[in-house]
C-alpha cells in the first residue's frame, strides 16, 4: 500500500482502495475462526485502525478469547495474555528492572504489555492499583518503571474481557479507566445455523491452528494513516458532537459522555468508512457506532440504576432525540 494519495477514475483515492482490500483480508480471515459475528469483527479492526482499545464484555464462551488470537494472528502482530487475577501486581503487567551483578546496572525486563496485540483477560478480576499500571500504556503507548520510561510497538492494541454476569470477586472497572477504550462490544450467542456450523469446524481441530497471517503490522500502520484522509463533513461532525452532549444533559445520566468520546466517534467513524471501501463518513456510520462508543462511558443516577435503566437503552433514546444531518 502507498502513503501518498492516488485518484482513481472512480473518486475513490487509490490508498483508499488499497486500505479497503487490506482490511478486508484480516476481517476474512477473523471470520474462519469467529462465525456469523461480521458486525463484532468489523467492529474490532475499526477500532484496531482508529488505534484504539477494546472492552469485550460478554457471558463465557462465546469467543473473546478467540476474537483477540485470530486478529493477532492475522496481523502477523506480537501477542501477549495476562489473565487477571487479585494477586496480579503492576510489575506482573508492565516489566521489572532486575539487577545485573556482572555489569552492575539494573536491565529491564519487560512484561506482557509489551505486545503489539495484549489480551487482558478477566481485567476486572484484578485490583484498582493493577488495573491502573494499564492506563499510562494503553494513553500515551509507553510504560514508566523506575523512572525510565519504555516505549510500547506499534501497533498496540488491548482488547479486555470481562464477564457481565458474575461479579463476585471482582473490582468495577472506574470511570477514568473505561474512558480509555474505545469502544465495548458484545459478542454475543451464535444463531442456531452458526453453532452448527461451528461444531463441525471444530469437530476434529480448533480453526485457529491453521490460521495464518494474510497482513503485517506495517500494513496495520498504513491503514491507520490511510483513515486519517477519509472526509468528515461539518454536519457529521456537529452531529457526533450533538450526541455526546445530549448525554450529558440527559434526566438519567449523572456523568455523560467526555470529548474523548467525541474524538473516539470521530476516529472510529472515518476507520468503518475506509473498511467499508468510502472515503467519507455517512451520518449512519456515527448512529451504528454510538452506543459502542458511547454507552460504557455514561454512568447513570442512582435512580436511573433503581428502574433498571442501561446506558445503552439511554444512548438509543439520545440516537432518537438529536436529529440527523440531511434526514427528512
Known sequence: MQNTIETT???VSQTVVEATAVAHRIADNVSNVII????????????LIA???ILVEDVPGVGKTMLARSLAVSIGGTFSRIQFTPDLLPSDVTGVSMYNQGTGDFNFRSGPISAQLVLADEINRATPKTQSALLEAMEERQVTV?????????PFLVIATQNSIEYEGTFPLPEAQLDRFLMRINV???????EMSIIAQQEFSHPIQDLEAVATPEDVITLQQAAQSVYVDTLVREYLVSLSDATRSHQDAALGASPRASLGLFRTGRALALVRGRDYVLPDDIKELAIPVLAHRVVLTPAARMRGVRPERLVAEVLNSVAVPGAG
Open 9 to 11: 477514475t472512480s473518486g
Open 36 to 47: 456469523g459475528k461480521n458486525d463484532v469483527i468489523e467492529q474490532a479492526l475499526a477500532a
Open 51 to 53: 488505534d484504539g482499545h
Open 146 to 154: 523506575d523512572g525510565v520510561t519504555h516505549q510500547l510497538p506499534a
Open 188 to 194: 454475543g450467542y451464535p444463531l442456531f445455523a452458526e
